[in-house]
């Protein structure tokens, strides 16, 4: 069954044109850049927002590439994919679907999870995108706070780190984990999906490579005010998002997941 983003897409391909849209370069003196066609979102019921910042595949020639010092370019394979697998999931489960909001351009030419400058690499005019796909996050916010008193924001990603499980982002460092305070949620592990941390992986090692959240974990979370607590969950490849049989496995997992968290900690049930 074919979700709403991944119908449009589709179509999108199959009738010879840009999936991401036409954008077009700015002319000399003429309009600013509008970034509209480079972000994706689709509405949902649900007290949950699911942002995809490194997903994106369109790498127009005449937007120039990130060269900042430090940047990095790689982008999270098929993690859009697997929302739009995630948003389906929940909608064949419970008949009622999460707000998605995904970034569609490769990470070398902008990257969503970052402040303004690193994410446009000083190209000006594509701090257009970057306030465009902030706005759409809010407004997905927004939108969720007027169905429910509270709300959950994860921001999917995708890591490439030797060991295979989620890594779930909290704004905690490894250290901070492994401190006898720490306040951990095992559900993924119970699933049966190696994640850290859990109940059996209270924290990872000191060696192990780790994300902890980024950018928009912090500007999009509770922490200062508001309603809506954000997560980062950082997947592995295989068996996740490398297949479309991978990604419908895990989407379920994820479905259960997140139906029993939300019940749990926002009250939600479905209708």
Not at 132 to 144: E, P, T, V
């Amino acid at each position: 069954m074919w979700g709403p983003v991944a119908l449009a897409l589709a179509l999108a391909i199959a009738c010879g044109g840009d999936p991401a849209g036409a954008a077009l370069p700015p002319a000399g003196g003429g309009p600013p850049l509008d970034p509209s066609p480079w972000v994706a979102a689709t509405d949902g019921t649900i007290p949950l927002v699911i942002v995809v910042s490194h997903g994106g595949s369109v790498a127009p020639a005449w937007l120039p590439d990130r060269d900042c010092v430090a940047c990095v370019t790689a982008t999270d394979l098929k993690t859009h994919e697997l929302a739009i697998a995630i948003a389906d999931g929940f909608d064949r489960r419970v008949g009622a679907r999460p707000f998605v909001v995904a970034n569609l351009l490769h990470r070398r030419k902008f990257d969503a999870n970052r402040a303004v400058a690193e994410a446009t690499g000083g190209h000006v005019p594509l701090e257009a995108m970057w306030t465009l796909f902030h706005a759409r996050i809010d407004s997905a916010k927004a939108r969720a706070l007027r169905q429910h008193p509270r709300a959950l924001l994860i921001d999917l990603h995708g890591h490439g780190h030797p060991i295979a499980r989620l890594e779930i982002g909290y704004l905690l460092t490894s250290g901070d984990l492994r401190a006898p305070d720490a306040v951990l949620a095992p559900r993924f592990s119970a699933a049966g999906v190696a994640a850290v941390p859990s109940a059996a992986l209270p924290a990872p090692a000191a060696a192990d490579a780790y994300f902890s959240g980024g950018y928009n974990t912090w500007r999009h979370d509770s922490l200062g005010g508001g309603a809506v607590d954000a997560i980062q969950v950082e997947s592995h490849y295989l068996g996740v998002r490398d297949t479309p049989a991978a990604r419908t496995a895990f989407a379920e997992t994820f479905v259960t997941v997140l139906l029993q968290y939300l019940a749990d900690h926002y009250d939600w049930r479905p209708a």
